[in-house]
């Protein structure tokens, strides 16, 4: 899939008119609403009364309250987007109208070990959150979505961090659809599965569980729903995780290409190839 650079995209628009671009700053306090970089409008969660669901509550609070154009393309951005992509406003909104009419989500990941390294994005969590996995695989059985994640393959198509992202409002209400049946467990009467998602982890802050995995859902979505098409942004022109997996650049490149094979071919010549690679890097 052809992807962009971070001194924007070439490809002229035609008719950007098609499909306008709203792109949003999310501010969580005064001083995150005073840096919104230029040209973002505001999304003000700066008096939260539920920072325990970080993004979630404003993006929520916008998807149920506004009416989207239906043509447009919507993004709702954390105060460090621009630097951990290395985009502007502008380069966000030209790689979007570049993307083209037909596309429903355009993506920006960065962090292109932590994606190219693992299977899928949950294996990944389940590094740093032991027990992520389980979790999350109750959560989805609950909602009649049984999904064994642990062999699922995620390439760079479909892997996003932080819902970095643009889409259209469809697959906005099927995104708030999976994460309102989340939300519903976590704010209701308590049970076995309420306890493992809102279970706090490690992370700074003492972030919930449940934030972890309304951040995954855009990217389950595009993995198990092939009617969703997606145009992702270059992941390894964005910033790299601060892991000592970072060095390892050329093995990433590597790691992804083979896991779009695995998702394309199915040869099981690949997974081997990645499992091999894998192994190198962890002796």
């Known amino acids: ?23 949003y700053h999310i ?10 970089p230029p ?33 447009a393309y919507y993004g709702f951005f954390s105060p460090r987007f621009q630097e951990k992509t290395g985009l502007s406003h502008a380069q966000v909104k030209n790689f979007v109208q570049a993307a083209g009419t037909d596309m429903d989500v355009v993506s920006f990941s960065p962090q292109p070990d932590m994606g190219a390294f693992f299977l899928n994005v949950f294996e990944q969590e389940e590094l740093f959150s032991p027990g992520f996995i389980a979790a999350s695989e109750t959560f989805f059985a609950a909602v009649g ?10 390439d760079s198509r479909q892997i996003i961090f932080s819902n970095f992202f643009a889409a259209r409002p469809a697959f906005w209400r099927a995104w708030l659809s999976l994460n309102e049946q989340l939300f519903s467990i ?17 992370y700074p802050g003492s972030v919930q569980r449940k934030v972890f995995l309304m ?10 729903d092939p009617r969703w098409r997606v145009r992702a942004y270059n992941t390894f022109d964005c910033a790299w995780s601060g892991s000592r997996l970072n060095q390892f650049k050329f093995e990433a490149v590597l790691s992804d290409a083979l896991k779009i094979a695995m998702r394309e071919q199915g040869f099981h010549d690949y997974r081997e190839a990645y499992s091999q690679l894998r192994d190198k890097l962890r002796e």
Request: with cysteine.
């Open 1 to 23: 899939m052809q992807t962009g650079k971070t001194n924007g995209p070439t490809q002229q628009v035609m008719n950007p008119a098609l499909h306008p671009v709203h792109l």
């Open 27 to 36: 501010a969580y306090s005064e001083k995150t609403l005073a840096e919104a």
């Open 39 to 71: 040209g973002y409008l505001i999304l003000d969660n700066v008096n939260s009364p539920r920072n325990d669901w970080r993004e979630y509550w404003p993006i929520r609070r916008f998807l149920i309250d506004e009416d989207l154009e239906e043509h």
């Open 145 to 154: 979505m049984p999904i064994g994640l642990a062999p699922l393959v995620m």
């Open 186 to 202: 976590c704010e209701g009467e308590d049970s076995a599965l309420k306890q493992l998602l809102i279970f706090e982890t490690s």
């Open 215 to 224: 951040e995954r859902i855009a990217s389950i979505l595009l993995t198990v």
